[in-house]
């Protein structure tokens, strides 16, 4: 892998004598391939955050939701996932377009024992992916070329109940609930041609 830190890291580091610590965490628990156990963690998960940025480095940082296991892992260097429908504004993906460097961090907020895991890697955007059809109403597949796979501290991670999935995470034979926004004066007249919430006669049409 590459050299893990640089001169900021190194700078707090040092300020704060962890120096000796982080390259030892880093050593021992930093990966360059997904292993069995990441495997499993990440593949009974329905959520994560993404981290992106553009060419000039303006970040974004965006939550992605489905059902459970939704984010497979096809080797012990590919995720891969969907993209559904959303605002249309496509900020973390059109960030990995010209800049593939992307961040994702999957945490547990509900087991026994909270964990999270992190995921570096290299993105890419494919409109037909032999995958598409797996996963129902996906407008596109994310593959993620992992170059570094680490698990963080758990301690700082608030235990949560889950109280309910979204019932807007398509499925196979469920009709998906149109969200109310695209029914408003916000999408009135812009929505995209084929939009459900403009075939049943919603403003947004």
Avoid at 46 to 75: E, H, I, N, W
Avoid at 162 to 186: C, D, F, M, Q
Wanted: include cysteine; aromatic fraction near 10%; hydrophobic fraction near 40%.
């Amino acid at each position: 892998m590459d050299e893990r830190y640089h001169e900021g890291s190194r700078e707090l580091q040092d300020r704060f004598d962890t120096r000796r610590l982080a390259d030892r965490i880093d050593e021992r628990t930093a990966h360059d391939h997904i292993r069995p156990e990441d495997r499993a963690f990440i593949e009974r998960m329905d959520m994560f955050f993404l981290a992106t940025s553009d060419l000039g480095g303006q970040p974004q940082c965006s939550y992605k939701g489905g059902a459970p296991g939704f984010v497979r892992v096809l080797d012990e260097h590919t995720l891969a996932f969907p993209n559904y429908d959303g605002n249309g504004m496509f900020l973390s993906w059109g960030n990995a377009l010209v800049n593939p460097q992307v961040g994702l961090l999957f945490i547990d907020f509900v087991a026994e024992r909270p964990s999270r895991l992190r995921v570096e890697g290299t993105a890419s955007v494919s409109h037909d992916d032999e995958l598409l059809a797996d996963w129902p109403e996906a407008q596109f597949v994310i593959r993620v070329q992992a170059k570094r796979v680490f698990p963080n501290c758990p301690r700082y991670i608030h235990r949560m109940a889950l109280v309910e999935r979204s019932a807007y995470v398509p499925r196979a034979g469920i009709a998906t609930p149109i969200p109310e926004w695209k029914r408003g004066e916000l999408a009135a007249g812009v929505l995209p041609e084929g939009d459900r919430a403009a075939q049943d006669g919603a403003p947004g049409g």
